[in-house]
């Protein structure tokens, strides 16, 4: 071979690199600009719809702080320093511009920045949910892998067996097993209260593992049972039989195919998964002492603090819809079916 041909080699090699590089950022962006796509309209009919729950509820401020014997005028009088002597679009639009910059008003009921409350009880949330999630992950991955590699045996049968038994469990139950094992009997972790990570990474986790263990179960199940699919289905494609033809390590047909190919459900069962923990943690909260999103979602609920629970269900879609890119980045990223636009 000449200087001049093995000079090209490399170039080529360079060549298709670089191609395969603008191949993945042209997919990223694709995904980017669809969930883009999706989240602006979706992101606009619902602060819409949310707004609009003012006036369908027939709540006011007035009603809240002069109470039910209040005179009209002490009524219109406390309704026009809110602004709500305004038309219902006037009102949409302060308040949608608010949203745009972060600000989702005042509270009805102590007068206090909702987006310095939400911040303080999504924090909580957040924590407990995302441990609860790298739990579920790592727990249910080990389990459904464990089920798809022996499938047909007593271990498979045993672990779908178990993931079906925690998966009908209600967190608060498995919660308050905890705290009575745990906490009570064995004292290995506070029952109640919260700690920042800012006071100590040890303290921190110590109170958020038992509600992150109780809100864990149903993710275990399903990360589990997702997998144990996925990959059994994939197992059985035609690309591993040549693989296996073509003399690959078991190990390399493993991840180089059957869990790349297998893994899609399971990456879109967690997409859900995320914003469902932080929503449904109310009762894990009252049971664990913890002043979180979900508890101050239905305080708020129950004083008819309209303003409060609008800014949450604002937090919630943008929670849910920025899961959900995530989610979708990392299955363009790694599954051969979406590299291939399927």
């Keep these: 071979?000449?200087?001049?041909?093995?000079?090209?080699?490399?170039?080529?090699?360079?060549?298709?690199?670089?191609?395969?590089?603008?191949?993945?950022?042209?997919?990223?962006?694709?995904?980017?600009?669809?969930?883009?796509?999706?989240?602006?309209?979706?992101?606009?009919?619902?602060?819409?719809?949310?707004?609009?729950?003012?006036?369908?509820?027939?709540?006011?401020?007035a009603r809240i702080q002069l109470g039910e014997n209040a005179t009209p005028e002490a009524i219109q009088r406390v309704?026009?320093?809110?602004?709500?002597?305004?038309?219902?679009?006037?009102?949409?639009?302060?308040?949608?511009?608010?949203?745009?910059?972060?600000?989702?008003?005042?509270?009805?009921?102590?007068?206090?920045?909702?987006?310095?409350?939400?911040?303080?009880?999504?924090?909580?949330?957040l924590s407990v949910a995302t441990f609860a999630l790298v739990i579920g992950v790592v727990v249910g991955f080990a389990l459904g892998t464990l089920a798809a590699l022996r499938r047909t045996t007593w271990i498979d049968r045993a672990i779908t067996g178990f993931v079906t038994v925690i998966s009908v469990m209600p967190p608060f139950v498995v919660g308050i097993v905890l705290v009575?094992?745990?906490?009570?009997?064995?004292?290995?972790?506070?029952?109640?209260?919260?700690?920042?990570?800012?006071?100590?990474?040890?303290?921190?986790?110590?109170?958020?593992?038992?509600?992150?263990?109780?809100?864990?179960?149903?993710?275990?199940?399903?990360?589990?049972?997702?997998?144990?699919?996925?990959?059994?289905?994939?197992?059985?494609?035609?690309?591993?039989?040549?693989?296996?033809?073509?003399?690959?390590?078991?190990?390399?047909?493993?991840?180089g195919h059957i869990l790349r190919n297998g893994l899609g459900p399971t990456l879109a069962t967690l997409g859900l998964k995320f914003p469902a923990l932080v929503g449904a943690s109310v009762v894990t909260e009252w049971i664990f002492g913890l002043q979180g999103f979900g508890r101050f979602a239905n305080d708020s609920a129950q004083a008819g603090d309209v303003p409060a629970v609008q800014g949450v269900l604002v937090v919630s879609i943008v929670l849910v819809v920025s899961f959900n890119l995530i989610v979708n980045l990392v299955l363009a990223r790694v599954t051969p079916a979406s590299q291939r636009g399927v």
Excluded at 84 to 96: H, I, M, T
């Design 79 to 125: 309704e026009a320093q809110w602004g709500l002597d305004k038309p219902f679009l006037a009102q949409y639009w302060d308040w949608f511009t608010g949203v745009l910059h972060g600000e989702l008003g005042v509270s009805w009921v102590n007068g206090a920045d909702i987006s310095t409350l939400i911040g303080l009880g999504l924090g909580v949330s």
């Design 1 to 61: 071979m000449t200087t001049t041909a093995l000079q090209v080699v490399p170039a080529r090699r360079r060549g298709a690199a670089a191609a395969r590089t603008r191949h993945a950022l042209g997919r990223i962006l694709g995904v980017i600009a669809r969930s883009i796509g999706i989240f602006v309209p979706v992101f606009l009919v619902a602060t819409f719809v949310t707004f609009a729950l003012r006036s369908l509820s027939g709540l006011s401020p």
């Design 180 to 255: 009575a094992v745990l906490a009570v009997g064995l004292d290995v972790f506070p029952s109640a209260g919260y700690l920042p990570a800012e006071q100590g990474i040890g303290p921190w986790l110590a109170h958020i593992t038992l509600p992150a263990l109780a809100l864990s179960c149903d993710v275990i199940a399903d990360v589990a049972r997702q997998l144990r699919t996925g990959l059994v289905a994939a197992h059985s494609e035609n690309y591993v039989t040549g693989a296996v033809v073509r003399g690959l390590s078991p190990r390399r047909i493993f991840f």
